[in-house]
């Protein structure tokens, strides 16, 4: 990444991010998930991985495990998640988890360090102490685990299904980042999404991570929830800051009843109008950046000690799946039902559903139900995306270095498109640099969208075609 020589503190202009509040990806991937292809075969997803060990240096490994069931529906879900207070469903879903992790860890040459690890769900605390642990130990037989301290080894904890001792226990198996759903504490608005959460069974967990010995923990909040009143958000906003996570990532909440079934619970005229939600991101951004969090990006602030702080300052934050992270590119493998994995260049994504992903394994076949291999312009375009999300800069001539092409023509439409985003000062932009501004710091996902070939209007000529 470009290095940001200074930390800027993002500027809040109203009417500005009022009138940019588009439905912008986040550009977690890119492409994104959306433009994954059926025709993504297992034998696709094998060339890849053998493509990847004959790299002359090898990536660094990162594993995603996906574990579907949560004991709760919470109404704002848009997540892959099935409701389920059958405990036993967790060893029925074990076997195969297991049957999949032997199958393609075998196919990764052994001396591959694995320097990322993620458990996110649904609810990963569904397993009970016991079959999480076995499940770390497992991962470390099949897989080299780095011991290098900056690994990265995270877990998403639901305070309301488990407790500081079930923290503790994972952190001494090797967890340093532990990620909390909190939302919001103001009991109105628990009561309207459906999830009750104290401030005392949050911290408890938080305590227990530390006790364990995690190095940084995420708390999650979301604005623009039903019932969420700008008081009351504030009142929220103090507690998570009494709690002093490191990180705080606080989204931004879709209203999609139509395609997410959990939402349909929620009344729509429980939700706040567009001047109280900009108010409600604005209270985000002047407490946290009051409190000494720093805008990482999008929607992430962190404490100017952690990872993603420095990481942000040295110029090698990186964007993945997960939100942000501090490691450099590496192969990731999704392991689980819906479960995604970018290795070299090719996505590929697990069946979405327990049924598909279980036939597939008991089969003797990997569930694997879609992706893409990426095109020349998929790549660059997702390097130059990458670039703007991490930092909100583009070396021009460093870009041109890495690839082919001659930056102002190759994007020329692209170059069309971000010129009413320099007009609005969202961003410079010369023949050397495009540089977001303070104002622009909020709207990375509008600047980077300029440059997705898969928008209409793009200058990309063959990306669809692959
Ligand atoms: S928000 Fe998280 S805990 Fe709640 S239903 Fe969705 S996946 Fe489960």
């Known amino acids: 990444m470009e290095n940001r020589a200074a930390l800027v503190a993002p500027h809040f202009d109203r009417e500005l991010i009022a009138r940019y509040d588009v439905n912008a990806p986040r550009y977690t991937s890119y492409p994104t998930a959306l433009h ?11 060339d890849c991985i053998r493509a990847s060990n004959d790299d002359p240096i090898p990536r660094d490994l990162s594993t995603y ?39 393609v860890a075998a196919r990764f040459d052994r001396d591959r360090r694995l320097a990322q690890l993620h458990f996110g769900g649904g609810t990963p605390n569904f397993l009970d102490i016991s079959q999480m642990l076995e499940l770390i130990e497992s991962l470390g037989r099949h897989f080299s685990f780095s011991r290098d301290a900056g690994r990265e ?21 090797g967890i340093n980042r532990v990620s909390i759903g909190v939302q919001d504490f103001d009991p109105a608005v628990q009561q309207a999404v459906n999830r009750i959460q104290s401030v005392e069974e949050t911290a408890d967990v938080m305590q227990g991570a530390r006790k364990g ?22 009142r929220t906003l103090e507690q998570v800051i009494a709690l002093k996570p490191d990180r705080i990532a606080a989204y931004g909440y ?32 002047s407490m946290l950046t009051a409190a000494g969090y720093v805008h990482i990006g999008v929607d992430h602030f962190a404490l100017p000690g952690d990872d993603l702080a420095q990481a942000l300052v040295n110029g090698t934050l990186q964007r993945n799946f997960q939100g942000y992270s501090t490691h450099a590119a590496c192969d990731l493998i999704g392991f689980g039902m819906s479960a995604i994995s970018r290795i070299g260049k090719g996505f590929s994504q697990n069946a979405k559903d327990l049924p598909g992903y279980y036939m597939a394994l008991d089969n ?56 009413p985003l320099v007009d609005d000062g969202l961003v410079t932009c010369s023949s050397q640099r495009i540089e977001t501004t303070a104002r622009g710091q909020l709207l990375l996902r ?14 990309n000529r063959y990306s669809r075609a692959v």
Not at 71 to 78: A, K, M, T, V, W
Not at 153 to 173: H, K, N, S, T, W
Not at 258 to 277: C, H, M, N, V, W
């Open 153 to 173: 080894f995270g877990i998403e904890l639901d305070p309301r299904f488990c407790d500081g001792e079930y923290a503790r226990q994972v952190a001494e198996a």
């Open 36 to 46: 994954f292809r059926d025709d993504f075969s297992e034998t696709d997803l094998f």
């Open 213 to 234: 010995g995690v190095r940084s923990i995420n708390l999650d909040l979301i604005y623009g929830l039903p019932k969420q009143t700008p008081e009351g958000f504030e």
């Open 446 to 459: 509008n600047i980077a969208q300029c440059f997705d070939a898969y928008i209409e209007g793009s200058d």
């Open 65 to 103: 495990i996906h574990v579907p069931f949560c004991l709760s529906p919470c109404f704002y879900c848009g997540c892959a998640r099935i409701i389920t207070h059958d405990r036993r469903k967790a060893d029925t879903y074990l076997t195969r988890l297991y049957r999949e992790i032997e199958q």
């Open 364 to 419: 003797g076949r990997l569930p694997v139900a879609r992706g893409r291999l990426l095109s020349e312009d998929d790549l660059l375009r997702a390097d130059l995306i990458q670039q703007l999300m991490c930092g909100g800069v583009l070396d021009i001539p460093a870009f041109e270095a890495r690839h082919p092409v001659e930056f102002a023509r190759y994007f020329r439409q692209s170059l069309a498109r971000l010129q």
């Open 254 to 285: 879709a209203h999609l009843p139509e395609r997410f079934k959990a939402q349909r619970q929620i009344d729509k005229y429980d939700l706040p109008g567009a001047s109280t939600r900009l108010t409600l991101l604005q209270s985000c951004v």
